[in-house]
């Protein structure tokens, strides 16, 4: 079976401080990867995904994330949080023909 | 990026009434589409994937009946909420799926915008 597991459902931080929304998955293969933020009333907008190549992936707005396969694991990272990146974070798994999703973490960031 | 529109956005009915969600691929063709519902605070929850020609796949627990999926055209996919009751008020999404590689996975989904659907 596989499931997406992110740890944390509200994260806050304090402006310009460090971003970091951890996700682990359990497949019996490597899935493909996938952050996705999500602002209030509207739909999803991916930040990031890893499919294959290098392990450290780079999305929009200074977001990046690595794909440990012996941790299974893909946290999201940002050096410095900025007040526009409040809102809820998605983690996914594409594998098969299905899509998986994690809970969703909301970030709080304060000023 | 690809873009994927859902109409309305947001839409307040009566209970007992039905509410039709269009969803429509902009600049690409999808054979298949997939709708979800969120509650607030929540994740998403697949309810059905829509297949262009075909019947859709509905996952466990979700009624048919009560929510029609029609998808007529390698662009658009319609959810009809029959007989709206007030526990059907929440947020539904549409995506669609990018080509998929050797291994069978998709690359991507796009995401519609989202309609909000209130039943008083």
């Known amino acids: 079976a596989q499931s997406v597991t992110q740890l944390g459902s509200h994260v806050s931080v304090s402006e310009g401080a460090l971003v970091l929304l951890r996700c682990n998955y359990s497949s019996s293969v490597p899935p493909y990867l996938f952050w996705y933020v999500q602002y209030p009333n509207q739909g999803l907008q991916l930040l990031l995904k890893?499919?294959?190549?290098?392990?450290l992936v780079k999305g929009i707005n200074g977001f990046e994330a690595e794909f440990k396969k012996s941790e299974t694991s893909f946290h999201l990272t940002k050096p410095s949080a900025h007040m526009s990146d409040a809102a809820e974070y998605f983690c996914a798994v594409s594998l098969g023909n299905q899509f998986y999703f994690g809970t969703g973490t909301s970030l709080t960031v304060i000023p | 990026g690809a873009v994927v529109s859902q109409h309305p956005s947001r839409v307040i009915c009566k209970s007992g009434t039905s509410v039709k969600i269009e969803c429509r691929s902009l600049d690409f063709q999808a054979t298949t589409m997939f709708w979800y519902r969120q509650f607030p605070k929540q994740s998403l929850m697949l309810m059905a994937t829509s297949n262009e020609g075909s019947k859709a796949t509905y996952e466990q627990g979700v009624e048919k009946d009560k929510f029609l999926i029609n998808h007529a055209s390698l662009t658009l996919s319609t959810l009809t909420v029959t007989s709206a009751h007030p526990e059907d008020s929440s947020f539904y999404i549409c995506?669609?799926?990018?080509?998929?590689?050797?291994?069978?996975?998709?690359?991507?989904?796009?995401f519609g915008p989202g309609t909000r659907l209130t039943v008083l």
């Open positions: 890893y499919t294959t190549g290098a392990t």
């Open positions: 995506s669609a799926p990018s080509g998929t590689s050797v291994r069978g996975s998709y690359n991507e989904q796009f």
